[in-house]
Structure formats: C-alpha cells, structure tokens
C-alpha cells in the first residue's frame, strides 16, 4: 500500500497558492514539450496547424438511432469554433435551454471537425427556419451533415474513438533533406507499440495557468457536505472547478509516466502494478510480474497505469507505488497539488500509461507529411505527434 503524502510538509499544511512558486516553475511543469520519449524523434521541426484543414478531427460513434423520440441529434461541421460556442449557436436556433444541448467530447477550435450534437425537443419537431448562423467572423463556419431522431440525450463521452487527418509542413524547413526512410520506420513502430499517453499542452492552458489557477483553487477550503438521503456528500464540482481539478491530476499524472519513461516501464508494468484491460474501463492489480503478464503487456492486452490522483488511490503496491510517491514527494508543486485533491476527496482513478494507436496510416506530400489515425476517447493526438517531430509548430 502507498504511503500518504506526508502532512508536516508546508505543502500539505500551508495550503500553497500559486504564489508559491514561480511562473517560470509552473510553466516549466506544465510544459508537454520537455516530455521524455521512448525514441528520439524522427523529425526535428514541424508545423501542424498552418490552415484548420491541416488538423481534421471526426468523432467515431457507434450507436443505432431508434428514429423516433425528443432528442434531435445532428452531425455537425465545423471551422473556427470551439464546441461549447456551437452548442450555444443551436440553443439559440431550437429555442431551447442551453442545458437541452448534448455533446459527447470538446474539439479542437482551429480545426476542421465533425462531432454530434443532441438537442431536447419535448414537441418532437425540429426548428422551423434553416440553421445557418450569420454573425460568424472570418473563418468561422459551421453546417449540419445529417440529423437523426433517438430517445435518448447525447451524453459526455459517449463516442468510442476519434479520427485525426493531421497534415505537417514546413518540415526541417526542407522536406528534401528529411530522412523519410528513418519516418517511415519509426511510423511503423509506433504503430505496433503505442506512444506514452500524456495528456497534451491544451489540458494546462497557456503558460500552465490552469495549474496556476488549480493551486489557488484548491488553496481553499472544500465546499461544505451536503445531507443527501441521510449520506453526506460534496456538491458536484462547477464546471471551471472541474478544468482545474483535471489539470492537477494531469500534470502529476505527466510527471509520473515521464518517470516510467525514463526507468523503461512505461510499457513492461512494475511489481504491484494496477494493469488496465486494453478497450475498457477495467483494472486489476497484481503483487508480481510474472512471464503471462509481461507476455499480455507486450502484445497489448493490458496496460500499466499511473493515478488520476485523489483519494483511496490503494490498489497500487510494491515498486509501482514507491515510484509513484517519490515523484509526488520530490517535487513540491506535485505534493502541493495531490495534497489538495485529497483535502477536496476527490477519489483516485487509473489511466493507461500507453496509448495504442488504431489504423495509422501515412503519406508523403510534395509540401509535408499526412497521417491518418484513430485514437480512443480522452487522448491527445498530439501525443503521437510528439513522438514524430521533436519540436512542433501550432
């Protein structure tokens, strides 16, 4: 069993703010860039954003529509907003509250993307007048694909995948002096392996201020319980608190796999491991590594993991926890940080250290470098990218 964060340190006493540490400390910790890979990265220098068409993301659902009931599900294009603002723009549309608007995840503002949207019509019939907003500024652009009737609202994280067409360009700032051979191998690695599944820079806000603003969040006292059915309960987090709690657990969650990285066992697993089983939610935890373990790591049926830190964070043991503890012990902005999402009871989860990569496929360009692949819900597709361009350009 883990230790706990000790509770004489000023870290878990004093309840420090971001004042306690310096702008350039929270960037640095905050910085995905500074991340250890598994390999160098093929390429030096490239950019991935030079139009929203270069970074196309399209949401992967698998459901059957029952064609009847009050939930208008649209399929949705979009360039040059943010989800949350479209879901607004159909609010206004349907005339209906904002909270009748279903989404499953956020996408990417500069970018092109498809995602689906649910809207809440008890009339069952859908708004009258074209959806075809006007007050857009240059480059915005949004239109409905399709529509579908179901019975049920489009909840969060329902989608089982997403889809990236990532183009990059400008490449060592000559394609022609790039070892494509050296791509290639390294493409087809990965493809079998995975990459370290960190979650990316836009999880920490510019220059890390969501970590910033985590540390005076949970610098606070926690909002009091409420009696519910004769259960004391914490209120629901607001949906600001809820970012700001993510980033904590993110850039600990960072730190420990960039540990894993460096010692080798981000994809072998530790002795007290908590493995997760590849495509669900399910984890299981053993003493040892054995050689059926190591056999189902290597072939991807099961992942080592690292806390989504909290509390009750208890099925981890042995060398995995150790290793765990002294990353959050040796650096104070981390025991900071852990030691408030266990004042706020936040309880622990698992997330998979390596992240597979479905169907990567790739072409070079006369000006770059496309690739095609599918990722799971709650990863990062710059991620992969990180493990293919040493420095990259938004």
Known sequence: MPSPIPTDTPAANDAPTAASFSAEHITSMSNTSALPQPQDAPIKAARYKAAPTDFVVHEVMDIDFTEDGEHLWLHVQKVGMNTAFVAQLLSEWAEIPLRDVGYSGLKDRHALTTQWFSLR??????????????????????????????NK????????????????????????????????????????????????????????????????????????????????????????????????RSVIFNHILAARVRDGSWNTGLDGEVFNLAGSGSIFTSAQMDETLAERVHILDIHPTAPLWGTHNDKVSGAAAELEQAVIQGTPLLTALASGLERHELKAQRRALRLPIEALNWQWLDDGLQLDFILPTGSFATSVLASIVNTLYG
Do not use: C, M
């Open 121 to 150: 019509l008890p009339k069952k019939t859908a708004p009258s007048t074209p959806f075809a907003p006007t007050d857009l500024n240059d480059g915005e652009s949004v239109s409905i694909l399709a529509e579908q009737w179901h």
């Open 153 to 248: 609202k489009l909840s969060r994280g329902a989608h089982r995948a997403n889809r990236f067409i990532v183009t990059l360009r400008d490449i060592d700032a000559d394609i022609k002096g790039v070892d494509t051979a050296a791509v290639d191998s390294h493409l087809s690695h990965i493809a079998k392996v995975g990459v370290p599944n960190y979650f990316g820079v836009q999880r920490f806000g510019h220059h890390g201020n969501n970590v910033r603003d985590a540390l005076h969040f949970l610098a606070r006292p926690p909002r009091p319980t409420k009696a519910n059915k004769g259960k004391k309960r914490r209120p629901a987090p607001r949906e600001r608190d809820t970012l700001l709690l993510s980033a904590a």
